[in-house]
T-cell receptor, first 112, second 114 residues
């Protein structure tokens, strides 16, 4: 059962633009929402994470927006750079011993 | 120093064979995980160990058997390999299982079953 739905599947953005990736979850018991970045041939790496007690978290050019009532959260990448080109995964956790449920992933391409 | 390492990086084998993937972490973490990433890049947890004890065991064929000889190592043994087992397998570790801690992933092992 897919519990975290991510969109879009792929995204093309011009350098300097804003990249927005959205996720929706079903299980209201989730209380931890990380975003992972994965480059080709590498393992995923944590980018930024949020808990439901705040509606927004910003780290540098990366911002998570969280809407608890809608059960949705999104990643915004400001001033997107070609080096940001990667696959991004949202995830949700907190229900069981560190288990993370991942979204399907978004392939981001930033054109110079 | 590599935080989470896996061997081998690539594994090509025939159907019916048995193979193992090894994982080691030098972060001093208590919890380790195995994930499977399929051809569509979907990541799914398979197992998790905390202090050598199995705490997560998802719906995985019993041909897959994890073993944790100590906190720093988590191996995955696969019996009677099938074509559908072809995927990238990631090991990960975290400080503990709860509250949710950052999970550090290894570089992955690409398994190809022919």
């Amino acid at each position: 059962q897919q519990q975290v739905k991510q969109s879009p599947q792929s995204l093309i953005v011009q350098k300097g633009g804003i990249s927005i990736i959205n996720c929706a979850y079903e299980n209201t018991a989730f209380d931890y929402f990380p975003w992972y970045q994965q480059f080709p041939g590498k393992g995923p790496a944590l980018l930024i994470a949020i808990r439901p007690d705040v509606s927004e978290k910003k780290e540098g050019r990366f911002t998570i927006s969280f809407n608890k009532s809608a059960k949705q959260f999104s990643l915004h990448i400001m001033d997107s750079q070609p080096g940001d080109s990667a696959t991004y995964f949202c995830a949700a956790g907190g229900t069981s011993y560190g288990k993370l449920t991942f979204g399907q992933g978004t392939i981001l391409t930033v054109h110079p | 120093d590599t935080a989470v390492s896996q061997t081998p990086k690539y594994l090509v084998t025939q159907m019916g064979n048995d193979k193992s993937i090894k994982c080691e972490q030098n972060l001093g973490h208590d919890t380790m995980y195995w994930y499977k990433q399929d051809s569509k890049k979907f990541l799914k947890i398979m197992f998790s160990y905390n202090n050598k004890e199995l705490i997560i065991n998802e719906t995985v064929p019993n041909r897959f058997s994890p073993k944790s000889p100590d906190k720093a190592h988590l191996n995955l043994h696969i019996n009677s390999l099938e074509l559908g087992d072809s995927a990238v397998y990631f090991c990960a570790s975290s400080q503990g299982p709860t509250p949710p801690y950052e999970q550090y992933f290894g570089p992955g092992t690409r398994l190809t079953v022919t």
